[in-house]
């Protein structure tokens, strides 16, 4: 069965330093992975998703996320984050076969200062 | 702008007081999905629709109910609500289903248990 992990509860970054949500997975074959954003009492938002081809993949708000296939990890990362970037992060994957749910990791909270 | 709608956002109902959340789509996608989400969790897949075909996760109790009538819309009917039951329940709805789809989520229903 797949599974995500998001080791970070909570993770507190200056206003203007760049940042980091930790995400690593387990899947059989080939993962597709993705990342939504939770703001409060909102539903989930898609930041982006790794189907396939290049590592670094770009999607919405600045945001961005490297697969690292040997590393099993797709982590989330922004040059120079803002305060309303404060929010609760989702990472989840999707195994390789059609038609398969979603697995989501338990959220990392972003704080922005 | 097509999006996913969720009515009421907040419920509140009575302990074992039946209660109906609504969803509806205007993207025209196959698959409606509801999960629940307690406090600071991540969602939980209750069931879901592939058009017409309903799918329901194997640890999802039985007082949770749900029905689509047609494309766009999709209800959950909790039929006797527990304390246990407040949460964010959450709607998405994606294109097919497929490995390479996305989910679209809509906005969200906090229900509240008294």
């Known amino acids: 069965a797949q599974s995500v992990a998001q080791p970070e509860d909570q993770v507190n970054v200056a206003e203007g330093n760049p940042l980091t949500v930790k995400c690593t997975y387990s899947?059989?074959?080939?993962?597709?992975l993705f990342w939504y954003v939770q703001y409060p009492n909102r539903g989930l938002q898609f930041l982006l998703k790794y189907i396939t081809g290049d590592n670094l993949v770009k999607g919405s708000y600045g945001f961005e996320a490297e697969f690292n296939k040997s590393q099993t990890s797709f982590h989330l990362k922004k040059p120079s984050a803002l305060v309303s970037d404060s929010a609760l992060y989702f990472c989840a994957v999707r195994g390789p076969s059609g038609y398969s749910t979603l697995t989501f990791g338990k959220g990392t909270m972003l704080l922005v200062s | 702008d097509a999006m996913v709608i969720q009515n009421p956002r907040y419920q509140v109902t009575q302990f074992g007081k039946p209660v109906t959340l609504s969803c509806s789509q205007t993207l025209n996608h196959n698959v409606m999905y509801w999960y629940q989400q307690k406090s600071s969790q991540a969602p939980k897949l209750l069931f879901h629709?592939?058009?017409?075909?309903?799918?329901n996760e194997a640890d999802t109790p039985d007082n949770f109910q749900s029905r689509r009538p047609n494309t766009s819309f999709c209800f959950l009917d909790i039929r006797s609500p527990g304390l246990g039951d407040a949460a964010m329940y959450l709607c998405?709805?994606?294109?097919?289903?497929?490995?390479?789809?996305?989910?679209?989520f809509g906005p969200g229903t906090r229900l509240t248990v008294l």
């Open positions: 899947v059989s074959g080939n993962p597709y």
């Open positions: 998405a709805t994606s294109r097919d289903g497929g490995a390479l789809d996305t989910q679209y």
């Open positions: 629709y592939y058009d017409k075909d309903f799918n």
